[in-house]
């Protein structure tokens, strides 16, 4: 049955906008003819997001379609690592599996880091064979973030030929260098790596444009790079793609690729270039099947009031109505649990530290970013112990490997904020051990506690008082619907803001003070980790 659509029509691959009438036959564009008539509304392209880890929304990829396509996006470039590094292989075709049940675009890619380094207890391994078997398969489109910038600079075999299988498979291949620059970028990316992610500064985003690299403007619901990136949209349009990294439940529901969109477009910036950002320059890049508004095309497009108030009216995809007006028609997928989960509860006792000096190395977390600083400051001592300090804001961090019984790994971080209690969580990027950050012992022992009989979750302990969004799902998804995920992690933020912390996403920031391939101090199940120069440090100087 044929379908027909009168709308003003912006085409992204001629650069003009007309009234047009579009007719729609079996989910494809057969007919594009212009009209006289003056529409009320626009059609275009739908939202792609350029590069997601769908598993930080909590939500399995069916709930994640369900509430995205609310803001326009039609399809999603997904890197599987964060289940990967749970359950190896079985968790990427967990992720396949799950999202072939909705209506929406996923294209997943082959996790190139499982683990992300040797210096972190993972529960899985996936080698260079495994790569070369997950790039075969049609699901997987591209090699996801090569997060081993030192490995391709300094030509690490098994991380050469997972290179050279993308290359063979003629796939893509993602980059993740943050602040490299110079002639170790210029080795990196001549590797065959063709786009970052991870630009923090206009500078080295700049550098990396002029090296022909394309750049992916970030905004997610930790790391927020838009206002410092979004300037070179004018001089390099056809280098620039719109993504969001990491987006927490209560902020997807708010908006997605949507907010970089009305945000760019209310900075000035050429409609097209915006727009071209947000679907066209991805599809190109991925060699993507997604509609574009043209005849022959998916009808993938979505249909907003106007373009200076940029709303969401109605999102199509091959065809389907699959959203209108903030309404969903996508319906919750039930998944099965899988997990690997395997350690004992704690004791209080299991969170000491003895002091070995008046001077300590601490992290010092930076609202908004993923990097972190490298900060030394005096301890508090109490009866031989160090402990939290909360006068200076200098909180006890630790990491509690969650995959078999071992002993905690213990720093200090700064900018948390706490006056009382403990927040944890096990989303704790690369390996979703557990991290925990407290004002005391009791209550870092509570909330770790709470996650481990849930057998994954996020928590928040004080004296009083324990709460806990389990995620059973590889012990970083729920099998809730995203509402209901949204409403449990708007209690945890505010009573982790309640209980003291001044970050924006305690939570989110929280989980990638255990990412070692993100500069400059992190801590590991295994220790205190220095990722500038690639090894452990010490806690006590």
Known sequence: M???????????????????????????????????ESPDTYILPGFID???????????PSEFARIAVQHGTV????????????????????MIDNASQVPFHFYFGA??????????????????????TLLSRKEIIYLAEMMNFPGVIYNDDEVLKKLASAKKHQKPIDGHAPGLMGEEMKTYFNAGITTDHECFGYQEALEKLQHGIKIMIREGSAAKNFETLIPLLKDYPE????????KHPDNLLESHINDHVKRALEKGYDLYDVLRASSYN??????????????????????????????????????????????????????????????????????????ESDTIRVIEALDGQLISNEIVTDSLTVNGYAESNTEEDILKIAVVNRYYDAPAAIAFIKNV?????????????????????????????????????????ISLATATEELVLELPIAGIM???????AAAAYITLDKRAKELGSRLKSPYMTLSFMALLVIPELKLSDKGLFNGRKFEFTEVFI
Request: proline content about 4%; hydrophobic content about 40%; aromatic content about 6%.
């Open 478 to 484: 729920t099998n809730l619907s995203a509402e209901e």
């Open 282 to 355: 991805v599809i190109k890049h991925y060699n993507l099947p997604v509609g574009l508004l043209q005849v022959g095309d998916n009808a993938d497009f979505i249909e907003i009031d106007t373009i200076q108030d940029f709303n969401i009216l109605k999102t199509y995809i091959n065809g389907e109505l699959v959203a209108e007006k903030g309404t969903s028609f996508i319906t919750s997928v039930e998944s099965p649990i899988v997990n690997n989960f395997h350690c004992s509860v704690k004791q209080p006792s299991d969170f000491k530290v003895k002091s």
């Open 50 to 60: 350029a590069h997601v880890h769908i598993e930080s929304s909590m939500l399995v």
């Open 2 to 36: 044929a379908l027909t659509f009168t709308s003003n029509l912006i085409d992204l691959v001629s650069k003009e906008t007309y009234p047009a009438q579009v007719t729609v036959t079996d989910g494809k564009i057969t007919a594009i003819e212009k009209t006289s």
């Open 417 to 457: 904020g706490l006056k009382a209690g403990a927040i944890a969580s096990c989303v704790a990027h690369d390996c979703h051990n557990i991290v925990v950050v407290g004002t005391n012992d009791e209550d870092m022992c509570k909330a770790v506690n709470a996650i481990i009989k849930a057998k994954g979750g």
């Open 239 to 246: 280098q620039i793609m719109f993504c969001c990294d990491d």
């Open 75 to 94: 399809g999603t470039i997904s890197d599987p690592h964060e289940i990967a590094n749970v359950l190896g292989i079985p968790g990427v075709e967990f």
């Open 111 to 132: 996790p190139s880091c499982v683990p992300a380094t040797n210096f972190e207890t993972a529960g899985a391994r996936i080698d260079a064979d495994d790569i070369d």
